[in-house]
């Protein structure tokens, strides 16, 4: 193996020396050598290769499962609601007592009543939000549910699409070199 390698080192000096090369010219022409063979190789099995027919297998896509907690209707108790004037006060009084319920007052002001009325109203418009945002959610879950039946139906099975076949450089030249065809 050592004469293999001497023999080689005395030819490639020799081969520098006889075109007037320095050792850096040397190892520019061996690059650029070795980029031109990788280039033709790349060339020549790049565009042989092309399939006339590509074969696939697809696969159903599976629905993701829409999981949503349980949750229980709205059940509200009913609130008595006693309206106490100082005219009134004393009859309220008596008719709570008549009833043994122990007395206790909760006051409110006119603007008070006003502001939990529009808080009231707030809760309402939020759950009617919530009701619109609920409903988008399903109408998406059942359209990407309907999608995914309709693409599974289409694209099911083993399926094969002809590659366009085009004439491009040097196609002559490679049927010419492969000895398979």
């Not at 707030?122 to 693409?151: G, P």
């Amino acid at each position: 193996m050592k004469k293999i390698i001497e023999w080689h080192k005395n030819m490639t000096e020799s081969f520098r020396k006889s075109l007037g090369l320095s050792h850096y010219g040397t190892y520019w022409v061996s690059f650029f050598k070795g980029a031109f063979l990788v280039l033709l190789l790349l060339v020549l099995v790049g565009c042989s290769s092309m399939p006339k027919t590509v074969t696939y297998q697809s696969k159903p896509i599976d629905r993701q499962d829409l999981i949503l907690p349980d949750t229980e209707p709205l059940d509200l108790s009913d609130v008595d609601w006693f309206i106490v004037t100082p005219e009134t006060a004393e009859e309220s009084f008596e008719k709570l007592k008549n009833q043994k319920l122990e007395i206790v007052f909760f006051a409110i002001t006119e603007d008070g009543y006003k502001k939990l009325a529009i808080n009231n109203q707030k809760m309402l418009k939020l759950l009617s939000d919530q009701k619109a945002v609920i409903m988008a959610y399903k109408k998406y879950y059942e359209d990407t549910e309907s999608n995914i039946e309709s693409y599974n139906k289409d694209n099911s099975g083993t399926k094969e699409i002809e590659v366009p076949q085009e004439d491009g450089v040097g196609s002559g030249l490679l049927k010419k070199l492969n000895p398979f065809d």
